[in-house]
């Protein structure tokens, strides 16, 4: 089967491997649509580090079940599937194999990751209905993932909140604040304005831009010192130093009132600044919502993914704005230029839609590993 594969930072290309074989426990996906996910992108960039390179990436991910082990439960032939969690890796890939976990499953097995928590070989999994497009099935992921941080550590209702950045996760978290968490207003702090406006629409009350407003910013959290903010929510990955520039960071702690909350959900290896003498005046608290499933289990990351399938499904939330492109899965140029500038321009997502897959056999259940093929 073809796949794309990082064979370092800044080198992605497709290969030939593999079918992966389907073992007991596991499932065949044929995959449908995969979104690339900045966390994809900082692998691409090395701002995160895998185990050992190669890596397939992709994990915003919808496929259609062909084959099921015969311990699988809750999973039937020709299901589409939507997963959270097992592995930021090997969606964007003709086929892939996981351990699908549904709400109110038990049979969690963890393991140790060598990047400091303990991950589950199961993947919190729900049956997508044939009416959601693939493309915007995919983002069934990322909002399980806000949906694990935001109501691990809420907002009160009633709350000012401002998100940093305005990313396709933190805007879907704009919504979330807006629209279900009852927050009082949502202040915005990015850098593009196409972003900025699209944050406006979601609900955002306020909102200002880094580059070209960062006085006013900084005359803003002067004026509204320790009296602004109860709620912080940092969208951000890696940020680069700005040279005399403000921290961004330290501004919204600034905004925060004595005992406010700082939750981090944007994620990179590389170190932050991070102001501690913010914390220590002010009181504040830092939150996370952690990867380790002994802390936060895949079973109840399997009921946020429930409850982000539902709430695109309805159109509480709306995720088609956030695709700002689609690629076919046999365009490499296109592929490699979309991991290349990754945000470019205020690009926001982009998805693979795979148009023709390699025909396997229909194997409705399997009683033993099924090995691989070429």
Same mark, same amino acid.
């Given at each position: 089967?073809?796949?794309?594969?990082?064979?370092?930072?800044?080198?992605?290309?497709?290969?030939s491997i593999s079918v992966p074989p389907c073992g007991e426990d596991e499932v065949l996906l044929?995959?449908?649509?995969?979104?690339?996910? *900045?966390?994809?992108?900082?692998?691409?960039?090395?701002?995160?580090?895998?185990?050992?390179? @190669?890596?397939?990436?992709?994990?915003?991910?919808?496929?259609?079940?062909?084959?099921?082990?015969?311990?699988?439960?809750?999973?039937?032939?020709?299901?589409? =599937?939507?997963?959270?969690?097992?592995?930021?890796?090997?969606?964007?890939?003709?086929?892939?194999?996981?351990?699908?976990?549904?709400?109110?499953?038990?049979?969690?097995?963890?393991?140790?990751?060598?990047?400091?928590?303990?991950? *589950?070989?199961?993947?919190?999994?729900?049956? $997508?209905?044939?009416?959601?497009?693939?493309?915007?099935?995919?983002?069934?992921?990322?909002?399980? *993932?806000?949906?694990?941080?935001?109501?691990?550590?809420? @907002?009160?209702?009633?709350?000012?909140?401002?998100?940093?950045?305005?990313?396709?996760?933190?805007?879907?978290? $704009?919504?979330?604040? *807006?629209? $279900?968490?009852?927050?009082?207003?949502?202040?915005?702090?990015?850098?593009?304005?196409?972003?900025?406006?699209?944050?406006?629409?979601?609900?955002?009350?306020?909102?200002?831009?880094?580059? %070209?407003?960062?006085?006013?910013?900084?005359?803003?959290?002067?004026?509204?010192?320790?009296?602004?903010?109860?709620?912080?929510?940092d969208a951000l990955p890696h940020v680069a130093p700005r040279g005399e520039g403000p921290d961004?960071?330290?501004?919204?702690?600034?905004?925060?009132?004595?005992?406010?909350?700082?939750?981090?959900?944007?994620?990179?290896?590389? @170190?932050?600044?991070?102001?501690?003498?913010?914390? =220590?005046?002010?009181?504040?608290?830092?939150?996370? %919502? @952690?990867?380790?499933?002994?802390?936060?289990?895949?079973?109840?990351?399997?009921?946020?993914?429930?409850?982000?399938?539902?709430?695109?499904?309805?159109? $509480?939330?709306?995720?088609?704005?956030?695709?700002?492109?689609?690629?076919?899965?046999?365009?490499?140029?296109?592929?490699?230029?979309?991991?290349?500038?990754?945000?470019?321009?205020?690009?926001?997502?982009?998805?693979?839609?795979?148009?023709h897959a390699l025909e396997l056999p229909s194997v409705p259940r399997v009683d033993a590993v099924?090995?691989?093929?070429?």
């Amino acid at each position: 089967m073809r796949a794309y594969q990082i064979e370092r930072p800044g080198k992605i290309d497709p290969v030939s491997i593999s079918v992966p074989p389907c073992g007991e426990d596991e499932v065949l996906l044929q995959t449908e649509a995969v979104s690339i996910c *900045s966390t994809d992108v900082s692998y691409y960039r090395g701002h995160l580090e895998p185990a050992r390179w @190669p890596i397939t990436p992709g994990h915003e991910y919808v496929g259609r079940v062909v084959r099921v082990g015969s311990r699988v439960t809750g999973v039937e032939w020709g299901d589409r =599937l939507v997963y959270w969690g097992q592995t930021d890796f090997d969606g964007l890939a003709e086929y892939r194999v996981i351990r699908p976990l549904l709400p109110n499953q038990p049979g969690q097995t963890i393991w140790y990751t060598e990047r400091n928590f303990y991950d *589950s070989h199961q993947a919190a999994a729900v049956v $997508v209905p044939d009416g959601l497009a693939s493309g915007l099935a995919t983002m069934v992921e990322p909002l399980t *993932s806000i949906l694990r941080c935001l109501l691990v550590n809420p @907002p009160k209702p009633g709350d000012v909140c401002v998100v940093l950045g305005c990313g396709p996760s933190a805007l879907l978290a $704009v919504q979330l604040l *807006s629209r $279900v968490l009852g927050a009082a207003r949502v202040l915005v702090i990015e850098q593009d304005a196409r972003r900025i406006a699209l944050a406006r629409r979601f609900g955002a009350d306020s909102s200002f831009n880094i580059v %070209t407003q960062a006085s006013e910013l900084v005359e803003f959290v002067r004026e509204h010192h320790d009296s602004f903010a109860d709620y912080v929510l940092d969208a951000l990955p890696h940020v680069a130093p700005r040279g005399e520039g403000p921290d961004v960071r330290s501004l919204a702690m600034g905004l925060l009132k004595p005992g406010g909350e700082y939750v981090f959900y944007g994620a990179t290896m590389l @170190p932050q600044p991070v102001s501690t003498w913010h914390v =220590l005046a002010k009181g504040l608290h830092l939150r996370a %919502t @952690p990867f380790d499933v002994r802390a936060f289990p895949m079973t109840r990351s399997a009921h946020c993914a429930r409850t982000a399938l539902a709430l695109i499904s309805q159109g $509480v939330v709306e995720v088609e704005p956030l695709i700002t492109r689609t690629l076919s899965f046999d365009d490499d140029g296109g592929v490699r230029d979309a991991f290349e500038n990754y945000g470019a321009d205020g690009g926001l997502k982009t998805s693979i839609v795979f148009e023709h897959a390699l025909e396997l056999p229909s194997v409705p259940r399997v009683d033993a590993v099924v090995t691989g093929v070429g």
